[in-house]
């Protein structure tokens, strides 16, 4: 008994030695900010700019900071980078819309590539957001407000969607997708948003199919509480000389911008009418399930009936036959909404460091054997 805590003692005290020489030694062999400057040839204050994703570094300078960062596996100090900088590194990206559509619909992967590329350049983090019941606008606003990110992107909105308001509220920098056209947006000089030309989209559309010597077209719309939808309509309205009131309701009909939508559409718009020669839809996917009713009906396309979509995603290259579109840079929109949002955060630069501004790009009609 005499000897035996002695021995533990002992062994205890190795332990500790142990376990002290494993900490110093893995400390030891952890890269610094001072390493990471020395192997780039740059200064300290250049790395920490760099891993921060501070402005002022020139790219070539950016790119061979990071290519020592990923040589020396050098990790920054997450939680002591959030108490300098008073940033988590993350961005909201919210959805107004169900898994279910989200994941089936090319248009919503096309978009989050977009913003995943340009968040990436600046190391920052994407979490994804979507809105499946009522209540996960709380469940959102909560997260928002509770400094777990930087900014929200936010898109899909709906008519009097709560989502601007919990953006608001959140005292976050926010960017939106598409037009905004709640109460007050208009008036907001603050507001940032990018959006395709949805109106002249849609009338280059149309004109493309009145030039085809098409007199009867009809056209599939996605949800009209959704301000792409609306502005669409308008420009299938514009081409055809005639108010959206003036619209024939046999030649309109809604399909919800799915494909599944777009075949049920189809169905009524030939019941109604089945003279019309031509159909603009709204979506290539509402498009597609045009498409499908078509030849399940023995309509030929684009002998009988011309069919015109919106989008041009890489699916309507493949459809039979392949798809004439409106071409908007789905991907490209959504390195812009990133881009927005990071210099709205400070964390880019933009030309001549001119205050961020909403972005509109232009639609292109892309024609193929559908028209």
Partial sequence: ???????????????????????????????????????????????????????????????????????????????????????????????????????????????????????????????LMMVERQKDYARIGRYLSAGHVDGALMFSLHGDDPLPTVARRSGLPAVFGGRPGWPGAEGDADLLYVDTDNRDGARQAVAHLQERGRRTIAVINGPLDQTSALDRMHGYCDALGIGVHEADPALVAQGDFTAEGGEHAMERLLDLCPSLDAVFA??????????????????????????????????????????????????????????????????????????????????????????
Wanted: proline letters at 7%; a neutral charge; hydrophobic letters at 40%.
């Fill in 1 to 127: 008994m005499g000897s035996t805590l002695p021995m533990k003692l002992a062994y205890g005290q190795d332990l500790d030695r142990e376990r002290e020489l494993f900490v110093h030694t893995f400390r030891q062999s952890r890269p610094t900010l001072e390493a990471v400057a020395a192997h780039a040839g740059v200064s300290r204050a250049t790395v920490s700019r760099v891993v921060n994703g501070g402005p002022g570094v020139r790219p070539e300078v950016r790119e061979k900071v990071r290519n020592s960062v990923e040589e020396l596996g050098y990790v920054p100090n997450n939680a002591a980078r959030t108490l300098v900088t008073r940033r988590t590194g993350a961005v909201a990206v919210v959805i107004a819309e169900p898994e279910s559509r989200v994941f089936a619909d090319p248009f919503f992967a096309q978009q989050l590539r977009g913003i995943s590329r340009e968040l990436s350049e600046y190391d920052t983090q994407l979490v």
């Fill in 282 to 371: 709204g979506n290539d996917l509402m498009a597609s399930g045009a498409l499908r009713t078509l030849r399940a009906r023995g309509r030929r396309v684009p002998e009988d009936v011309a069919v015109v979509g919106y989008d041009d995603l890489e699916p309507a290259a493949w459809a039979s036959p392949p798809l004439t579109t409106v071409r908007q840079d789905v991907e490209g929109m959504g390195g812009m909404m990133a881009e927005l949002l990071l210099r709205r955060i400070g964390l880019a630069g933009g030309k001549h460091d001119a205050p961020p501004t909403p972005v509109v790009t232009p639609a292109t009609l892309v024609v193929r054997d559908s028209s």
